[in-house]
């Protein structure tokens, strides 16, 4: 079955592609009784890795700063053969300084806005409500960047059937 796992397999452009075409991820914690816990966030790709900002207060931080384990997930498709993912394993750094959560609310502000408006004096087109919202709602996050340890990938779209039956046609 080796075969058929690196036949759906993404390439490393694929799997830089799928991500910055997605817009949720689901991440999962380790709660304090060793329990997973999951949550589902906005994200932007930052060099190639998963980044997203969060209340402070939240579980998940609560989790991290214990234990920066973290299992993401960005997955899409409807049926068998539309399936497509990307399932990251490593670690989460917590970002705390307030321009560095501020740059990365704009970021995800703005691809959650689809780009709204051309002109904000960071550049990232949310305008000044937005800016505005963002930099209050700073103080009270904190950013979070994915560092990769083990990335799995699926694209089912490249498959011709379904495993052991050949090729479809």
Same mark, same amino acid.
């Given at each position: 079955?080796? %075969?058929?796992?690196?036949?759906?397999? #993404?390439? /490393? $452009?694929?799997?830089?592609?799928? #991500? /910055?075409?997605?817009?949720?991820?689901?991440?999962? $914690?380790?709660? &304090? /009784?060793?329990?997973? !816990? *999951? $949550?589902?966030?906005?994200?932007? *790709?930052?060099?190639?890795?998963?980044?997203?900002? $969060?209340? %402070?207060?939240?579980?998940?931080?609560?989790?991290?700063r214990r234990d920066p384990r973290v299992t993401?997930l960005v997955e899409d498709g409807q049926d068998?053969?539309?399936? +497509?993912?990307?399932?990251?394993?490593?670690k989460a750094r917590l970002v705390e300084d307030? /321009?560095?959560?501020? &740059?990365?609310?704009? +970021?995800?502000? &703005?691809?959650?806005?689809?780009?709204?408006?051309?002109?904000?004096?960071?550049?990232?087109?949310?305008?000044?409500? =937005?800016?505005?919202?963002?930099?209050?709602?700073? !103080?009270?996050?904190? =950013?979070?960047?994915?560092?990769?340890?083990?990335?799995?990938?699926?694209? !089912? +779209?490249?498959?011709?059937? *379904?495993? =052991?039956?050949?090729? &479809? %046609?």
């Amino acid at each position: 079955m080796a %075969g058929s796992r690196q036949s759906v397999q #993404l390439t /490393d $452009t694929e799997i830089e592609d799928f #991500l /910055d075409s997605q817009m949720k991820v689901q991440v999962a $914690t380790v709660g &304090a /009784d060793g329990a997973p !816990h *999951l $949550t589902t966030l906005f994200y932007v *790709l930052v060099d190639g890795k998963i980044v997203f900002w $969060t209340y %402070g207060s939240s579980q998940k931080v609560r989790n991290l700063r214990r234990d920066p384990r973290v299992t993401c997930l960005v997955e899409d498709g409807q049926d068998y053969f539309e399936l +497509r993912g990307v399932s990251i394993t490593g670690k989460a750094r917590l970002v705390e300084d307030y /321009d560095e959560i501020k &740059a990365i609310g704009l +970021r995800v502000m &703005a691809r959650m806005a689809g780009g709204a408006d051309p002109s904000t004096s960071s550049g990232h087109r949310l305008g000044e409500l =937005g800016e505005d919202l963002v930099s209050k709602q700073a !103080h009270k996050r904190v =950013g979070i960047v994915i560092e990769p340890d083990k990335v799995a990938s699926w694209d !089912h +779209r490249k498959l011709g059937a *379904l495993p =052991g039956q050949g090729s &479809a %046609g």
